[in-house]
Structure formats: structure tokens, C-alpha cells
């Protein structure tokens, strides 16, 4: 069975909008002469006649880039199309004034935005010069620098600047700096090229492709033989591209194009990034472990103490050159990434942990170096170099950031098991107009288009989004819903891209491809979620612009309350060890204050977090756009409900059938649908439906059709029909009494008991008598009940708010255990009730999804769109649940209150080391216990701090749902009055 292209159109699903397929054609190629041109409309004043007109038209048409030009003299309007590579609107709007004619109402300028990847962020401090230095840029509107990312995204003006620019000024800062994405990368292909030999070639690809039908842009690399196409998915496609290239060639000169997959550049930095800290570490170690056997073993081994000892010049012994030889390089050379850093941060006002470790091993290394040159110019000089200070703490500190760097790429498995669980290929098939398959190849999923249909075997992903038109199977939604009960599929069915098709063979029609998928656009979402600020990341901020030099100015006090009383001979000589003198002492306390205060973990205590928890969220079918909407849910104290689609299923469904004649049940339904029917309303199409369930109740094996004489809709009323002999009226009491058929007592008791729980009466009559009633609702959903009783027991109320009238919505409420009702509201009506509920100093959360609930969503501290509502829900709010399962309400304010609960717990492990850490560095327990921290080792603790807070956000991966509803057998109904019975299973986190 084939399903028409129009049925596509049923796939207005959570996160996407799908629209009509389209069949793919290549057309002649035709030059656009105005494809890259703007158009700009703005008021001018003073227009008063029409030689003013002309003096605008000639002013604007001498400009170098203006395309054309027309000023309505009545309007005061003027509209300009221009070419911006010559030419910006703000020049034109000058170039107006300077004629004399002021303009009025001059648009914002086109806003465009980019991902850079940011290389060299260690801190808080970095992100913020980033983004500091980006704000600064002309052009630049705002500038978002995601630390756990080490990506930045850029809203810039691009007549006043650039990618390139961009990309300047954060090298000029000090960081590398990528570009990951430019404008719209919606839909983009990369293609590699074969037969290209000269520049003619390249120019020849690049005009035929510039002029093919729905590509936007075009950019090539001649040097690699690479071409990256833009294009308009209902238009084209990658393969209608590839064919456009080999069309392009001519004569003996042939081109072809395959699909090229670029390495995805997040993980291929992460394991570069990985392997260098690991890298340096080692080789650091080469050096720094001979410094440190040299400096505390074999001086305690004969005969090798001996041999150290050992003085070639003067007072300078073999062990101390050979020290200061080793730990050269790991200062200079393994150590200059933090001079550098330091150097940038510096430069920009700021200070980061680079400056704390430059400032430390400094300190050490060239105070040893001082040691060493004073022993080779004095004969009776002796004292105590610290040469394996500086090379053991720049060990440390590079295991510390090796350890981070792994433990960090495992707070984005959640995404990475996303974008994984799209398959690399698909099985397409060739069909011509009449629907017969012609062959089948294998192809990267990739080259798909819109309107492709594809075969998909038992066990295989389904590669894209499509509808069912051949075939019936199980598929498993649980990577997409979190579901884990396999869904049936039959034709006319949709399918999602990555889930898993069980056990039958369908054929599919691919309805969104690329990144319209819904795979596709719950990854951007977590990714921009990801990115995004959660406002409990400005405590982190706050502390951090006082941080290093608050350590600085500790690390100077200790050494002058080491130092000043040790030379004033205030505390005891005996508390100096043998090897040092008081200045020594003091220097050594303060490298170890300057090195275990670092200001790493606190910066990382946020934005790790909240990537673990939205890609744990996205993986349970709780999307969290954004930082924002995280910690603001933890803080909900009522949750608003929409009624339809939200509290119930959003779909009329006929919950019991009642005779009131000798007929029997099954022949009542039969008769009833058969009018129905012939009838596309909503609650005719629940009625067929529940007559076929019946049948099936019932085991009946008669096919028979009965057939329907004279239907007639009786509009607001219901339908009428002759089946046989007989005449059968479907519908309300309006109905009954419009063709004079009597509704007796029992019959208007059962319509009132009816109304009362919120169902709708459709009465059938045959030949001019009450023959039974259907009972319709749209039901309540399953699990409402019981979400609502769960969230009175995390001490939050419920309220409904709805536009249905007063009994069907106080009746919905009294089943689900709502209290609060407030019904016949308008979508303005809602969003007023919210801001009533904020006035008590209440945080809300409004569920809902249809247009009407956007303002309300927005309204509210945090709007939860319902995944198969409308998108204009969708894109109002903060939370999508994917499923569409009210039990994710719970799910999203749960995960937040973890989320922000483990948030706090990081910041307490990050200062808590530097609370605790800092005094310990200092000496204070020293006068008592004798308890110092050597350098090496502060740098040690100073490693640990950053890598507990990394390891303490991962715990969030273990987070299980607290509340789970299933249903556990299928619908059954009763054989005397067909009421329906399910039954339900909780289960608790």
C-alpha cells in the first residue's frame, strides 16, 4: 500500500515540521544575477514632490553596489536592493542624509552567527576574557564562551565583521582559535572532487553548482579537491548535486563527485588534546623524576651521596648542576604554555591558574638558580637548591590536566551515543510512477533525500524520519523516548531516524532528512543547552575575578609571616630544617599557597554539571534547552496544566457503549458505524474504531459491509442514514428531537451521569426509537493521577488552567486530583493567571501544547512543552518532553533539583580544598605538628580538586527517573457494555 505525499504531513512531530515531499529534478542550469544581493526598506522625511524622488534615485544609483532602487513619494518609503560585498546599508542611509533627506525607521542590520572552537581554556577566567575580547569587536552583538565545550557562539553584524576577524582577535588574546560553523548550516554537504586539474575546472563545478536550483552557497577547496554545497532540502539534495557536477563536465572532460564525511572535530581535538597533556606528562616526568631522585633518594644511598656531594667548582656540587640541567627544560620548554598563558591573561587585566603556576615555579626555579650561581662564585657558601620543586609541580599540575581532559570528554557520552545512533547506510530503492521497485543499493545515509523510499531488514536503525508505506513490525524508541517498550508500526505509521527496527521488513518514505531529523534537532538542542550559562555560574564568576589575586596577595603575606619573624628570631631556629634558612622556609610556603589555590575546579563546577545533565536528560526524553530552565525548575513550587492534549490524550475516544433495546452490542456498533462512517468528524472516527475493537472483542468473523442509503450530516447535531431497511440517527439530543424520536427518563439519567464525568452522549436511534449511547471523552491520561499525587509529595501543588467550560474541566480535575481549576480562559487569560501565581513569590511551571498555551509558557519561571504538541509550544519553552508523558514533568524537576544539588557540592569541593588547602600551605599547622605541604605535593592537591569536581558531575550519569508509568496489558473491553479496562503498573526510582 502506497501512502499519499500529503500524509507526510501527520508528521508534525516533537522538534520538527515536516512538509510536503518533493520530487527531485535537475533542471538547466540558470544564472541568479541577484542570488547574493539584500534588500533593504527604510523611511525617508522630507520627500514633497517628485523631483525629490528623482534626486534620492540618483544619489543611491551612483553607488558603487546598488543593484536598484524605488522611493514611493506617497509612503515616504524606499526600498534599495544592494550588493553587500561592494557596498553596507549604513553607507546607503548615509549617502540619503547627505542629500539632505532624513531617514526614519532604518532596520536592524542582518544578524549572522557562528561556533568557534576555543583552544586553551583552563578556567573561568579564561572564558570570560574570550568572551570579553569578543564583546569588543565591532559588529559583534553578543558572544556566549562554553568552558566544558571550549566552544564559543558569536552573533555578529556581518556588514561591520567576520569569521576571520573573530578568529583574530581571540589569537591576539592568546587562544587558538576554530571555526566550526558559519550562518546557516542547516543543510550542507561535503563533497570530494575527481577529475579537477586546473582552476578552469574548479570555476567551471563552482558556477554549475552556484546556478543549480535551491543551493544557497558555495565554497571550494582547490587545494584539496573539497566542495561544500548549501542547499534547500524540498529542492535538492546531495545526489542531485553529485549528478549536477558530472553534468558539468563537457567534451572529453569528465568530473566526478563522492560524498566526503569530515572527522567530527569535537572528539578529534579531544583525543589530541588528551594525547598532548599525556605527552608532555611523560616527558616532563623524563626529566622531573631524575631531579627528584637526585634531590630526596640517592642522596640518601652510599655511595651515590657521596658522588652528589661532590663539588666541581668551588661550593657547586655535581647534584646541583645536574638538577639545575634537568629541570631547565621542563621550566622552559614543557613549562611555556604557562608563561604564555599567563602572558595573554595578563595582558587582558585578568589573572588565571597560568599566572599562579608561572608565579610558583618561578619563585623556585630562579631562587635555585640564585643557589647555584652563589655557590660557584663563594668557597664557603652552602645552601638548599629547590630545582625538583619547580620540575615536580609542573608534573603534577600536567597530570592533573591529562586526568581532567579524560574525565571531562566523558561528560559528553550522552551526546556522542546520540549523534552514534544514526546508521552510516541505508537501502534505497529505485521506483518508477507506478510504484514498482526497480533495483536496490546500499548508500550513505547521508545522501538521502526528501522522498527517497528505503527498505529497513529486522535489527537495522531506521536511518531518517519517514512514513510506513509498505509493511508492519515492532520498532524500539527507547535511545529517542526512553521507552523501552517497542512501538507497532503499519503503514501510514511514522517512524524516527536511529530507532531500531525489531522484527518485520518496512518500507519507508523519507520525510526529513539531514539535520530536520528529529535525532538531528534534539542534538542541537542539547549541544545549545550545553553551551548555555546557567545562572548559579555567576557565583564561579564572581569569585573568580577576585580570586588569583587574592591567592597572590596570601601567597606575599605568607612569605613576610614566615620571613619577618624568622629574621627577627620571634619563633624557635629549631623549627628550620638543616637544609634551609628562614627565607627559604618562608619561600617555600608561600610556592605551595600560590599552587594549591586554583581556580580550575570552581570554573568547572557548573558547566560540567549541566552537560551531564541535559545530555542525561535527552537521553531519558527530558530535552533542557538552556542552563536557564535547569536551575529554575529546581525552584518550582506550582505546576500549571494545560486540559487537552496535556492532562488527557487530545483525542475523542468512545469509553462505553449502552444498549437500552433487545438489540445486542455487537450489532448496535454495527449499525452505529456504518452512518459514522461516511462522517470525518473526530468523534465519528472514535466510534468506527471502537466498533472494530469490539468485533475483534467479540471474535467475530463476518467481513460483511453494510451499506448506507441517503447519509446526511445534520451539522452540530450528527448524521443520518438508511442502513437496509431501517433509519438510523447518530448523534445528540438536538438530533433526537429535531426528528421527533422520544428520549426517555433512563435515558436522559445515563446522558446526565455521563456529563458529570466529562463524556460526551452520541445517541443512536433506529426507525424512530432510543436504541442505545455511545459515551465519548477524550481521556484522561494514564499516568496524570498519579503524577499529581507525586508532586504533591515533593511539596509542590498542581493547577489546571484551560479554555474548556467549567463541568468538563472541574470533572478532569476531581479524576486527576487537582484542586485549583480555572477554566473558559483564553491564551491571554492564561498567561494572567501565571503572572497571579509569580506574585506570591512562587516559582511556576506551566505545562501545555497547543498555540494557545505560548504566551503562558512563556509567562511562566519555566515553560514544559509537550513533545507532540505544536512547534510554536515547542520553541516557547524551556523543557520539551519528548514522549509526551506527563510522568517527565516530574523527570525535568527532579534532574534539576539533582543537577543543582550537585552543582553546590562541586563548589564545595572546589573551595573546600582551597579553604582547607590554603591554611595547610601556609604553615599553620606547622608551630604544632610539624606538618608542611612541599610544593610538589601542593601541586598535587591542586590537580586533585579540579579532577574530583569533574568526577563529582559525572555521578549524574546514575541518575534513574523517580517515577515510571507503564502500561502492562492491552485494552480489553466488556462483552456486556463495552466499557474499556486497562491496567497499570508504577514504577518508583
Not at 729 to 757: A, T, W, Y
Request: charged share 20%.
Amino acid at each position: 500500500m502506497e501512502v499519499n505525499d500529503n500524509e507526510i504531513d501527520d508528521l508534525n512531530a516533537p522538534l520538527l515540521q515536516l512538509e510536503d515531499s518533493v520530487t527531485i529534478t535537475i533542471s538547466e542550469p540558470v544564472q541568479t544575477i541577484h542570488k547574493k544581493n539584500r534588500r533593504v526598506v527604510f523611511k525617508i522625511r522630507n520627500i514633497k514632490c517628485a523631483s525629490c524622488v528623482v534626486s534620492i534615485e540618483s544619489v543611491l544609483k551612483n553607488l558603487n553596489g546598488v543593484e536598484d532602487v524605488t522611493v514611493s513619494p506617497i509612503d515616504g518609503q524606499a526600498a534599495i536592493q544592494y550588493n553587500p560585498l561592494l557596498i553596507s546599508a549604513k553607507k546607503i542611509k548615509e549617502a540619503v542624509e547627505e542629500a539632505g533627506y532624513p531617514v526614519d525607521k532604518f532596520p536592524d542590520q542582518e544578524i549572522a552567527a557562528c561556533r568557534l572552537r576555543i583552544k586553551g581554556m583552563s578556567c573561568t577566567s579564561c572564558s570570560e576574557s574570550v568572551e570579553n575580547v569578543l564583546k569588543m569587536v565591532g559588529g559583534v552583538k553578543k558572544a556566549v564562551v562554553g568552558l566544558s565545550l571550549q566552544e564559543a557562539k558569536i552573533f555578529y553584524d556581518p556588514e561591520l565583521t567576520n569569521t576571520d576577524r573573530l578568529k583574530e582577535a581571540i589569537e591576539d588574546a592568546g587562544f587558538g582559535a576554530d571555526l566550526i560553523s558559519s550562518g546557516d548550516d542547516a543543510n550542507k554537504t561535503h563533497l570530494r572532487l575527481a577529475g579537477v586539474t586546473s582552476e578552469e575546472d574548479v570555476s567551471i563545478i563552482q558556477s554549475s553548482l552556484e546556478s543549480a536550483v535551491g543551493v544557497s552557497h558555495v565554497e571550494v577547496d582547490a587545494a584539496e579537491n573539497k566542495v561544500t554545497v548549501t542547499y534547500d532540502p524540498d529542492i535538492t539534495g546531495p545526489r542531485s548535486l553529485i549528478l549536477c557536477i558530472q553534468e558539468a563536465g563537457h567534451g572529453t572532460k569528465c568530473y566526478e563527485a563522492s560524498l566526503y564525511i569530515p572527522p567530527r572535530q569535537r572528539e578529534t581535538e579531544q583525543q589530541h588534546e588528551v594525547q598532548m597533556y599525556r605527552n608532555q606528562f611523560l616527558l616532563s616526568c623524563l626529566f622531573s623524576v631524575p631531579v627528584f631522585l637526585l634531590s630526596m633518594v640517592f642522596p640518601m644511598l652510599h655511595p651515590f651521596g657521596n658522588w652528589i656531594e661532590f663539588k666541581i667548582y668551588k661550593m657547586l656540587t655535581i647534584g646541583t648542576l645536574l638538577r639545575w640541567i634537568l629541570c631547565t627544560p621542563v621550566q622552559f620548554i614543557i613549562g611555556r604554555r604557562f608563561y604564555v598563558g599567563a602572558y595573554h591573561v595578563l595582558r587582558l587585566r585578568s589573572a588565571n591558574m597560568d599566572v599562579l603556576v608561572a608565579l610558583g615555579t618561578n619563585a623556585a626555579y630562579f631562587y635555585s638558580a640564585f643557589i647555584a650561581i652563589k655557590a660557584m662564585t663563594s668557597d664557603t657558601f652552602e645552601g638548599q637548591d629547590f630545582f625538583e620543586t619547580s620540575a615536580m609541580l609542573i608534573s603534577f599540575i600536567l597530570l592533573g590536566k591529562y586526568l581532567e581532559v579524560v574525565a571531562k570528554g566523558k561528560t559528553s557520552n550522552a551526546l556522542a551515543k546520540l549523534i552514534d545512533l544514526a546508521p552510516d547506510k541505508a537501502h534505497l530503492l529505485s521506483v518508477d510512477d507506478d510504484g514498482h521497485v526497480n533495483s536496490e543499493m546500499e548508500i550513505s545515509t547521508q545522501l538521502l533525500q526528501r522522498g527517497d523510499k528505503i527498505k529497513i531488514f529486522p535489527g537495522e536503525k531506521v536511518p531518517v524520519d519517514g512514513i510506513v508505506t509498505d509493511g508492519q513490525s515492532y520498532v524500539n524508541e527507547s535511545m529517542i523516548t526512553g521507552e523501552a517498550k517497542p512501538v507497532s508500526k503499519k503503514t501510514g505509521d511514522k517512524v524516527i531516524g536511529g530507532t531500531v527496527n525489531e522484527n518485520g521488513l518496512l518500507i519507508v518514505k523519507a520525510a526529513n532528512v539531514g539535520s530536520e531529523t528529529t535525532l538531528s534537532q534534539i542534538v542541537q538542542l542539547v549541544e545549545a543547552a550545553q553551551l548555555a550559562r546557567a545562572p548559579v555560574q555567576k557565583v564561579a564568576d564572581t569569585i573568580s575575578k577576585f580570586f588569583v589575586p587574592a591567592v597572590v596577595l596570601a601567597a606575599l603575606v605568607t612569605w613576610l609571616g614566615w620571613f619577618v619573624p624568622g629574621i627577627a628570631g620571634i619563633y624557635p631556629k629549631q623549627w628550620i630544617p638543616k637544609s634551609m634558612n628562614e627565607f627559604e622556609l618562608a619561600l617555600q610556603f608561600s610556592i605551595s599557597v600560590l599552587v594549591v589555590a586554583c581556580p580550575c575546579a570552581l570554573g568547572l563546577a557548573t558547566p560540567t554539571a549541566v552537560m551531564v545533565a541535559t545530555g542525561k536528560g535527552a537521553s531519558l526524553g527530558v530535552l533542557i534547552k538552556g542552563g536557564n530552565g535547569l536551575e529554575k525548575a529546581h525552584k518550582v513550587k506550582t505546576v500549571v496544566f494545560d486540559k487537552t492534549g496535556t492532562l488527557t490524550v487530545g483525542k475523542p475516544e468512545v469509553v462505553s457503549a449502552v444498549p437500552f433495546s433487545s438489540i445486542s452490542l455487537e450489532d448496535f456498533c454495527d449499525v452505529a458505524a456504518a452512518v459514522e462512517a461516511n462522517s470525518e468528524h473526530p468523534i465519528a472516527k472514535a466510534l468506527v474504531e471502537f466498533a472494530k475493537k469490539i468485533r475483534q472483542n467479540f471474535q467475530s468473523s463476518s467481513s460483511r459491509v453494510m451499506e448506507v442509503m441517503d447519509f446526511e450530516v445534520h451539522t452540530g447535531a450528527g448524521v443520518s442514514g438508511n442502513v437496509g431497511d431501517r433509519i438510523v440517527l447518530v448523534g445528540n439530543k438536538r438530533l433526537m428531537h429535531s426528528f421527533n424520536v422520544p428520549v426517555d427518563p433512563e435515558v436522559e439519567r445515563h446522558i446526565s451521569e455521563n456529563e458529570q464525568l466529562a463524556r460526551t452522549c452520541m445517541l443512536v436511534a433506529i426507525d424512530g426509537k432510543v436504541a442505545g449511547a455511545f459515551a465519548v471523552t477524550d481521556p484522561v491520561k494514564p499516568e496524570a493521577e498519579h503524577v499529581i499525587s507525586y508532586l504533591r509529595l515533593m511539596g509542590i501543588s498542581s493547577v489546571m488552567v484551560t479554555g474548556d467550560n467549567w463541568a468538563t474541566a472541574t470533572a478532569i480535575a476531581k479524576e486527576v486530583g487537582i484542586e485549583a481549576v480555572f477554566a473558559e480562559a483564553d491564551p491571554l487569560q492564561k498567561a494572567e493567571r501565571i503572572k497571579r501565581l509569580q506574585a506570591n513569590n512562587t516559582a511556576v511551571a506551566m505545562v501545555g501544547d497547543g498555540i494557545n498555551d505560548s504566551p503562558a509558557l512563556v509567562a511562566a519561571d519555566v515553560g514544559i512543552a509537550i513533545g507532540a504538541g505544536t512547534d510554536v509550544a515547542i520553541e516557547a519553552a524551556d523543557i520539551v518532553l519528548i514522549k509526551s508523558n506527563l510522568e517527565d514533568v516530574i523527570t525535568a524537576i527532579d534532574l534539576s533539583r539533582k543537577t543543582i544539588s550537585r552543582i553546590w557540592l562541586n563548589y564545595v569541593w572546589a573551595l573546600g580544598y582551597n579553604i582547607l588547602g590554603v591554611p595547610v600551605a601556609a604553615g599553620v599547622l606547622f608551630p604544632f605538628t610539624g606538618i608542611r605541604l612541599p610544593p610538589w605535593l601542593a601541586g598535587a592537591c591542586m590537580a586533585v580538586s579540579s579532577l574530583s569536581v569533574v568526577c563529582s558531575s559525572l555521578l549524574l550519569q546514575s541518575y534513574r527517573k523517580p517515577l515510571q508509568f507503564h502500561e502492562t496489558k492491552q485494552t480489553t473491553y466488556c462483552n456486556k457494555c463495552g466499557q474499556r479496562r486497562r491496567m497499570f503498573k508504577l514504577v518508583f526510582g
